[in-house]
């Protein structure tokens, strides 16, 4: 997909780290830029394997990794160096961060007039905000989303996952790949900007357009939807289940499987607008009738009707099942200290080949320095030697 492409990858931890893998997965020759001390991703106090973090083991996966100290002039120039060589950088630091280095975008069109710089930070380059450090925790907070995470009535709730870091990265990814459409078509160089704020505004979808033009301010809604009756988890014997009959045709369905076909034909039930209206009634008929039967049966029952339903599972039962078999979707390798390292590969499918590769497995840290440093950018041995010498770059044994 994208082979041939090679990407300089500054990014750390999560938020920028995931970017380069999904171009990674995607066949981009990913160089993953690690300061002297590593990625902080690395940190195997933090959801540790062995002796790295699974963050670091999930995220970077496919690269190859290149130590450079940029605070060194020597360092700069290795960078500049590969920039020449490179379609695109992507970088997540404060604002300002690249140009205080003396790499600000400027800086590298001037070394590559063609190159793609995606510049991903917590707010962006303006805005009364800019300077305010940025994690996915304070993201998700500061742009709503907690607001209307969880139980009614309970305190707020962070999202199962790093949603704001994830979300921020694939656009940075969506970004970076716009920009090489663009070098395609010979724009020339272009700058990325991909603040996590702007991001999180963006994935909070028809909730904020129903804000903006109706005034709507919902409060946590568990699981249940703000705007659509019946769809929601339900209690049954034996766990829990969700039902999601937005359409008329598929609530009548779902009525008729559970034994109550007058309710579909109920006029206050007839239309979603009607159901919400209406859910004080409906609901504890239909949760009455789920706690009769157990989650296994109601299943059954749901496939065989065409009503759209299915377990809440845990993550055995997510990561451990036919569908997950079939699709060849858990992925692994092997890493030194960590053993064989299982991941879920990548999402998008080549269906004109076979099979999606396996992914290479993350790279130690300053792996590839001298195989980038040779081969990539043509340095002869001595200048190698002098550049790990004065510390502007380092291998996996200093």
């Not at 379609?87 to 003396?102: E, K, S, Y």
Request: hydrophobic fraction near 40%.
């Amino acid at each position: 997909m994208l082979e041939g492409y090679r990407i300089l990858d500054l990014g750390q931890v999560i938020a920028g780290a995931i970017g380069g893998m999904a171009l990674a997965d995607m066949g981009a020759e990913v160089i993953k830029v690690e300061p002297p001390r590593g990625d902080l991703g690395r940190n195997p106090g933090i959801a540790g394997i062995g002796d790295v973090s699974s963050i670091y083991l999930t995220f970077n996966r496919g690269k190859k990794s290149i130590v450079l100290d940029l605070k060194t002039d020597d360092g700069k120039k290795v960078l500049l160096d590969l920039v020449a060589a490179s379609d695109a950088v992507l970088a997540n630091f404060r604002p300002g961060t690249m140009d205080r280095l003396g790499l600000g975008f400027d800086v590298l069109r001037e070394r590559n007039p063609e190159i793609v710089f995606v510049d991903s930070s917590g707010y962006g380059d303006t805005g009364p905000w800019r300077d305010r450090p940025a994690f996915d925790l304070v993201e998700v907070a500061i742009s709503g989303h907690m607001s209307i995470t969880g139980e009614p009535g309970r305190p707020p709730a962070r999202p199962g996952t790093p949603s704001a870091d994830i979300s921020t990265a694939l656009y940075c990814a969506l970004a970076c790949m716009a920009g090489l459409l663009g070098k395609a078509k010979g724009k020339g160089a272009q700058h990325m900007e991909v603040p996590m704020f702007d991001v999180q505004l963006a994935m909070l979808g028809y909730i904020s357009t129903m804000y903006l033009n109706k005034g709507d301010l919902p409060g946590p809604q568990g699981s249940a939807h703000e705007y659509m009756v019946p769809y929601q988890a339900f209690p049954t014997g034996t766990g829990h289940i969700v039902l999601s009959p937005r359409e008329d045709r598929f609530y009548k369905k779902m009525c008729v499987a559970m034994g109550i076909p007058e309710l579909g034909d109920d006029p206050r039930f007839l239309t979603n607008e009607l159901r919400f209206k209406n859910q004080t009634e409906l609901l504890p008929v239909m949760e009455k009738i789920l706690l009769e039967k157990s989650a296994e049966e109601w299943l059954a029952i749901f496939e065989e009707g065409g009503v759209p339903a299915a377990p809440v599972n845990k993550l055995d039962r997510a990561l451990e099942n036919d569908q997950v078999r079939a699709r060849e979707l858990i992925r692994e390798y092997e890493y030194p200290g960590s053993g064989t390292v299982r991941v879920v590969g990548n999402p998008i499918r080549d269906l004109t080949v076979p099979r999606n590769p396996d992914p290479g497995p993350a790279p130690l840290l300053g792996e590839n320095t001298e195989e980038i440093l040779r081969n990539t950018l043509g340095y002869g041995e001595e200048r190698i030697r002098s550049l790990m010498e004065s510390g502007a770059v380092r291998g996996p044994s200093n």
